[in-house]
């Protein structure tokens, strides 16, 4: 039985990865394009904005709730199996969004499209462990950050195009196409490493979906309703016990306690949530910088454009970097960066040369590249193969909590300070990023 010990051979290599590729760049670019549809949504279905915006929540949700028990279900029943399930169930999901006749119907298919789309995002960076040498680890993970910040950076102008010529529904039909070829391309190229056939743990994926829904959904609402938000996040911590209590008792735990006490390990998802809150908490500051210095949304919207593209250009390269040089110290000098840029935003003026302002934005951009994808190959190489999956599902539950950490601390920073909400988000971000960089250089020598 093949245990791929060196990845895929060349030729099928290339035609996995694209696969895989094209399966993340999907859910990227889904999520990010609704919410440009989302006010012609509200009109169409004769809902308030506010409510329009539960079609981005409920999937966040369904996201964040899965990942951890869809990246267990991948190493029981294996990786192909379940992604390929996942991008199934995204595609009939995304079809059955374009025919819904009301909210109710829209908003159950984006739960589904939010659970097919956490099989892809869980198992993503196992299949890629599975489909490269260890010697091009880095390299590949590059890659794959390279796509998630295009899909990014081009799904509101992609968007804009579909919805100049169709209505919203075909935001949903144009992912159909798409999730087919990858699942045809997939099904005859992707690794199929075999499951462990365990059995699930269903009571840890029930306290699993309670610790993280009720915890999450408390966020969402702390500065709406404090109250309610405050009892359902002590209902996510009280689920979080039981949940760790159970994991403790289990041999590959579905929370993966197991692999954060490998140190390395612990100290990257730690460096991990930091450097996304940082990350969030700037991108979704720094429009409300400019714009209350007096620029333009177009204005804007092309000084903020610098960040992606950086990402895109920075993580590839400081993931062949990675396979070759210390992460700790690739993933410091990332943070470094990051955190220099922030600086610079928070002490320019804001109304300066927009040429300036868009170099410092793209420093901004090229650190946090240069730390995501050599962060993330310690992460996965770190944990036994076995556990990939886990390791992967990791991964992805750091990114959700520090980009949900960014948010909310934006709305702190905005009720605290009125109009200086956007500088102190920015410093918040500078914070997030200095403790992002002094966790990576915490774990030199072992990763």
Do not use: H
Request: net charge positive; with cysteine.
């Amino acid at each position: 039985m093949n245990d791929y010990s060196d990845g895929l051979p060349a030729p099928r290599r290339y035609v996995a990865i694209i696969a895989i590729l094209t399966s993340i760049a999907m859910t990227v670019l889904d999520s990010a394009m609704l919410n440009v549809a989302l006010p012609g949504i509200a009109r169409d279905l004769g809902i308030s904005p506010a409510r329009a915006t539960w079609l981005l929540n409920a999937y966040q949700l369904a996201v964040i709730t899965t990942l951890l028990p869809l990246a267990s279900l991948g190493e029981i029943l294996g990786f192909r199996r379940v992604f390929l399930t996942g991008s199934g169930i995204f595609a009939l999901a995304a079809l059955g969004a374009s025919q819904a006749p009301d909210f109710g119907t829209l908003l159950a298919c984006r739960i589904a499209q939010g659970i097919g789309a956490s099989a892809v995002m869980s198992l993503t960076a196992g299949l890629i462990r599975f489909t490269y040498p260890s010697r091009q680890l880095g390299r590949a993970i590059g890659i794959n950050a390279m796509v998630v910040a295009c899909s990014g950076a081009a799904a509101p102008s992609l968007a804009a195009a579909i919805l100049a010529v169709g209505p919203w529904r075909w935001l949903f039909l144009v992912d159909v196409p798409v999730a087919v070829i990858g699942l045809l391309v997939g099904a005859r190229a992707l690794p199929d490493p075999a499951g462990t056939r365990q059995p699930f743990d269903l009571q840890g994926a029930a306290l699993n979906i309670l610790t993280f829904g009720l915890f999450f959904l408390g966020m969402d609402l702390l500065l709406a309703a404090t109250g309610p938000a405050l009892l359902l996040m002590g209902g996510g911590i009280g689920a979080g016990v039981l949940l760790v209590q159970r994991q403790l008792t289990q041999r590959t735990p579905l929370l993966p306690l197991d692999l954060l006490r490998i140190r390395v390990i612990a100290f990257s998802v730690a460096a991990s949530v930091c450097a996304f809150s940082a990350w969030y908490a700037s991108y979704v500051a720094l429009p409300f910088l400019l714009q209350g210095a007096g620029r333009g949304q177009v204005e804007t919207g092309l000084l903020m454009t610098p960040w992606p593209l950086a990402v895109a250009f920075s993580a590839p390269l400081a993931g062949r970097l990675s396979d070759r040089v210390p992460t700790a110290l690739l993933c410091a000098a990332g943070m470094g960066m990051m955190a220099a840029g922030l600086a610079l935003l928070v002490s320019l003026p804001a109304s300066g040369a927009a040429v300036l302002t868009g170099a410092v934005v793209a420093l901004c951009g090229a650190g946090f590249g240069g730390f995501q994808t050599p962060n993330n190959r310690t992460m996965l190489i770190s944990a036994p193969k076995a556990r990939s999956g886990g390791a992967g599902g990791m991964q992805a539950t750091a990114r959700l909590l520090g980009t949900t950490l960014g948010t909310t601390t934006v709305a702190l920073c905005f009720q605290v300070a009125g109009a200086g909400g956007p500088r102190l988000a920015l410093t918040a971000g500078i914070g997030f990023a200095v403790a992002a960089g002094l966790l990576s250089l915490s774990r030199r020598g072992v990763g």
